[in-house]
Structure formats: structure tokens, C-alpha cells
């Protein structure tokens, strides 16, 4: 998946410190199971929150990035988490 820049540098912090684990657990914790009888996909993805809490979580270990940036991040790791 291509990132730009600030993406990669964020999407490397997570795999350098051994995170990558972690976050795809937070991002199905976000996820919104749907009911039985509701259509559609049984779940939806929650991009801003887990947007969110990366952003909460690791702004400090990386500098100068948007909510883009935190956004790329968070739909690689919805897709690794095998929800997207």
C-alpha cells in the first residue's frame, strides 16, 4: 500500500516499535458489528475513530502529521486487520 511521506513515516514508528499487532486489535475493537437482521456489511468500519486514537496516541513520536496522514494509516490498518 503507498503511503506519502508522513504516512510512511507513521506506518514505520508502528512497525519498528512492534505496534502492528496492537493497533489491528483496536481497529476491530472499533468497528461497528451490526445485528443480524441489519443489511449490509456485517460491520462498518470506524476510520475516525481509530483515526483518533492513533493520532492521541503516537502525535508525539511523529511530527507534523495531518489528519490525512493519521487517516492513510488507519485504512491500512483496518485492511490488515482483515476488516476492509
Known amino acids: 500500500m503507498p ?3 508522513k504516512a510512511q513515516e507513521i506506518h ?3 512497525v519498528s516499535t512492534g505496534k502492528a499487532d496492537y493497533w489491528m486489535g ?3 475493537l472499533l468497528a461497528d458489528r451490526r445485528g443480524q437482521h441489519r443489511p449490509g456489511k456485517p ?3 470506524s476510520i475516525h475513530a481509530l483515526r483518533h486514537e492513533l493520532k492521541a496516541e503516537l502525535s ?3 511530527n507534523d ?3 490525512h496522514h493519521w487517516e492513510e494509516v488507519a485504512h491500512w490498518l483496518v ?3 482483515g476488516m476492509g
Open 60 to 62: 508525539d513520536a511523529v
Open 12 to 14: 514505520d514508528h508502528i
Open 3 to 5: 503511503f506519502s511521506s
Open 43 to 45: 460491520y462498518s468500519r
Open 26 to 28: 483496536v481497529a476491530k
Open 65 to 67: 502529521a495531518n489528519d
Open 79 to 81: 485492511y490488515e486487520a
